[in-house]
T-cell receptor
Framework: NAGVTQTPKFQVLKTGQSMTLQCAQD?????MSWYRQDPGMGLRLIHY???????DQGEVPNGYNVSRSTTEDFPLRLLSAAPSQTSVYFC??????????FGPGTRLLVL | AQTVTQSQPEMSVQEAETVTLSCTYD???????LFWYKQPPSRQMILVIR??????QNATENRFSVNFQKAAKSFSLKISDSQLGDAAMYFC??????????FGTGTSLTVIP
């Protein structure tokens, strides 16, 4: 049972490049979320989903897109990377009313 | 807006002693959940303990317990018999009935041998 997996573990981008951070879970969880973690800021919610085909914005959605075509996958897309998006990104999943499980994180550096 | 405040950026405790980490939150909701997560240097987020707002009884998990004061919107974490492995960043989090989690800025706990 892999839980929540994220790829890549580390990525360097140039300003203006696009990329997709992958997130998958094998626990059949309905809820999935993306967070970014910056020094001194804790975790901030970017986008979340309560089921396949349903997504919504969190606290800091600008510059990011998501889609949820399957229960298992919840990719996060950066269309035009900016240095302000340098951060550690966490994906998480849960069932309603239950504990949220986190992936190992992706470190992103935008130059 | 939902906010979670951890007013102690850093704390330290002697091994085997007890330490309490503070957390306050602001919400107008009546149905919500509260969590404490631990993040060691590996960056993995690990659930320590959770509390449902409708439960008056404070949650406990082995050496970890909470003091939940709903009227005061306070949710502190007590770690008893502190161990070296408890050294980590601790985050308080609040979740609405949907899937929106809000995290505090964290408390870095050092355990002194």
């Amino acid at each position: 049972n892999a839980g929540v997996t994220q790829t890549p573990k580390f990525q360097v981008l140039k300003t203006g490049q696009s990329m997709t951070l992958q997130c998958a879970q094998d626990m059949n969880h309905e809820y999935m979320s993306w967070y970014r973690q910056d020094p001194g800021m804790g975790l901030r919610l970017i986008h979340y989903s309560v089921g396949a085909g349903i997504t919504d914005q969190g606290e800091v959605p600008n510059g990011y897109n998501v889609s949820r075509s399957t229960t298992e996958d919840f990719p996060l897309r950066l269309l035009s990377a900016a240095p302000s998006q340098t951060s550690v990104y966490f994906c998480a999943s849960s069932t309603p009313g239950q504990t949220q499980y986190f992936g190992p994180g992706t470190r992103l550096l935008v130059l | 807006a939902q906010t979670v405040t951890q007013s102690q950026p850093e704390m330290s405790v002697q091994e085997a002693e007890t330490v309490t980490l503070s957390c306050t939150y602001d919400t107008s909701e009546s149905d919500y959940y509260l969590f404490w997560y631990k993040q060691p240097p590996s960056r993995q987020m690990i659930l320590v303990i959770r509390q449902e707002a409708y439960k008056q009884q404070n949650a406990t998990e082995n050496r970890f317990s909470v003091n939940f004061q709903k009227a005061a919107k306070s949710f502190s974490l007590k770690i008893s018999d502190s161990q070296l492995g408890d050294a980590a960043m601790y985050f308080c989090a609040y979740r609405l009935t949907g899937n929106q989690f809000y995290f505090g800025t964290g408390t870095s706990l050092t355990v002194i041998p």
